[in-house]
């Protein structure tokens, strides 16, 4: 699976912007994908994440009710719609997949896509 994010930007605080990360190569829709940020000098963080099928998806306290995660497992595609943005939110995100929801949880997805960069302005 080979993952390409992409729809990050310059954004005001309180706007709004969605990120994609498309899939190509095996069946994209057996696969949790999840969506990560890091900013400068902090550890990777873990976002959200979704099950393949779409059902069910988990988010971090810090963007419960802000941001959403979607797919369209017919266009290979995952979708983090963020809302309300904070200066805080500022980092370069990631999207990853995995067959286990548990490793993407832990930031142990086999398949990483690079990043996007998400800068909030205050």
């Known amino acids: 699976v080979q993952l390409q994010a992409s729809g990050g930007g310059l954004v005001e605080a309180g706007g709004s912007l969605r990120l994609s990360c498309a899939a190509s190569g095996r069946t994209f829709s057996t696969y949790v994908t999840g969506w990560f940020r890091q900013a400068p000098g902090k550890e990777r963080e873990f976002v959200g994440a979704?099950?393949?099928?779409?059902?069910?998806?988990r988010y971090a306290d810090s963007v419960k009710g802000r941001f959403s995660i979607s797919r369209d497992n017919a266009k290979n595609t995952v979708y983090l719609q963020m809302n309300s943005l904070k200066p805080e939110d500022t980092a370069v995100y990631y999207c990853?997949?995995?067959?286990?929801?548990?490793?993407?949880?832990?930031?142990?997805?086999?398949?990483w896509g690079q990043g996007t960069q998400v800068t909030v302005s205050s």
């Open positions: 990853a997949a995995d067959s286990s929801f548990s490793r993407v949880l832990r930031a142990r997805a086999e398949y």
């Open positions: 979704i099950t393949g099928s779409g059902d069910t998806s």
